[in-house]
């Protein structure tokens, strides 16, 4: 049973680790320029394609009240992703993708989760956990 746990862990940080591969974490006390520089971006672009839902229509919230943030160094698509969990075991994950040049924003994707029981495990042998589970999603571009 330990080995079973450990493995779990272990795959769950890998694929986590690797979700990320190739961002860094933007420094508290450079995350709001880099909120700034997206509404600054924003002004210059036009998402006026929107599909899905989630809880705030304005997207661009999402990113002014996110507490954490990573960049891609690498240059690779999407260029910003923002989060922000909150006490209500509710989380959301914006990602912004860009032009080429890095001045203008093609898209904006948020994804909204909230903890809940989920099987780790199968019918036969259900195994539940607490997880996060994607709620609603929305995105322009």
């Known amino acids: 049973m330990k080995l079973s746990i450990f493995t779990q862990t272990l795959v ?3 694929i986590s680790s690797s979700a990320y591969a190739g961002y860094t974490d933007i420094p ?3 995350l709001g320029a880099y909120k700034k520089a997206f509404l600054i971006a924003g002004e210059n672009s036009s998402l006026p394609n929107c599909s899905g839902y989630v809880s705030n ?4 919230t999402y990113i002014t009240n996110a ?3 990573k960049v891609n160094q690498n240059g690779d698509q999407p260029i910003l992703i923002f989060e922000k969990a909150d006490k209500d075991n509710s989380k959301y994950i914006a990602t912004v993708m860009s ?3 890095y001045k203008i924003i093609t898209s904006i994707k948020v994804e909204e989760f909230a903890i809940e029981d989920i099987n780790v495990g199968d019918l036969l042998h259900p195994k539940l956990a607490k997880g996060y589970v994607l709620k609603s999603a929305a995105e322009c571009h």
Do not use: V
């Open 12 to 14: 769950g940080i890998l």
């Open 28 to 30: 508290q006390d450079q």
């Open 57 to 60: 229509r304005f997207l661009d």
């Open 67 to 69: 507490t954490s943030g």
């Open 99 to 101: 032009s080429r040049d």
